[in-house]
């Protein structure tokens, strides 16, 4: 394992597969915050093309806190549109956690505000009402973390 990905209450089942199938192919956890807006049993998995689900490593959590409490001590980095860095200026250790909101609200503000030298966010250009999509999102960070740490055990 090289990285985390944390996505807090993610709503949309696509965006979690897409995550997914990118942390099979670069060896990183996925950890899940309920509630889902989706349901991971077996049945919905296999419709939804998710053939690739049990290369995942993925943990579910019924809270962010247990998260935290279960890995204190570990380098967190929470992604937001209002995040006081840009992904690129933050130095990523290995297997830290890059932690992302819900589709349709990001990351609750007091959690932001707590850990606010370690928000990052992505430029983009101002004044649109939309941001990148989250798994896009989550593919630009994570593989700069990775670049950070020279791709172990990718080709």
């Not at 670069?26 to 296999?46: A, C, I, N, Q, Y």
């Not at 019924?62 to 204190?72: A, G, I, T």
């Not at 941001?131 to 973390?145: D, M, P, R, T």
């Amino acid at each position: 394992m090289t990285m985390n990905i944390v996505l807090v209450e993610p709503e949309i089942p696509q965006n979690t597969g897409n995550i997914a199938r990118t942390c099979a192919l670069t060896e990183s956890k996925l950890h899940l915050v309920r509630p889902l807006g989706f349901s991971v049993d077996d049945k919905h998995l296999k419709r939804a093309g998710l053939d690739y689900w049990h290369l995942v490593d993925i943990s579910y959590y019924d809270s962010f806190d247990e998260v935290l409490e279960r890995y204190k001590g570990e380098s967190f980095f929470y992604a937001t549109t209002k995040g006081k860095n840009t992904y690129t200026d933050m130095v990523y250790p290995e297997n830290c956690f890059l932690v992302f909101g819900k589709e349709t609200r990001g990351l609750p503000q007091d959690l932001l505000s707590q850990h606010l030298d370690r928000t990052i966010r992505i430029p983009m250009k101002v004044g649109i009402p939309r941001s990148l999509n989250l798994s896009n999102s989550v593919n630009i960070i994570l593989y700069e973390a990775l670049r950070q740490i020279g791709y172990p055990g990718l080709e």
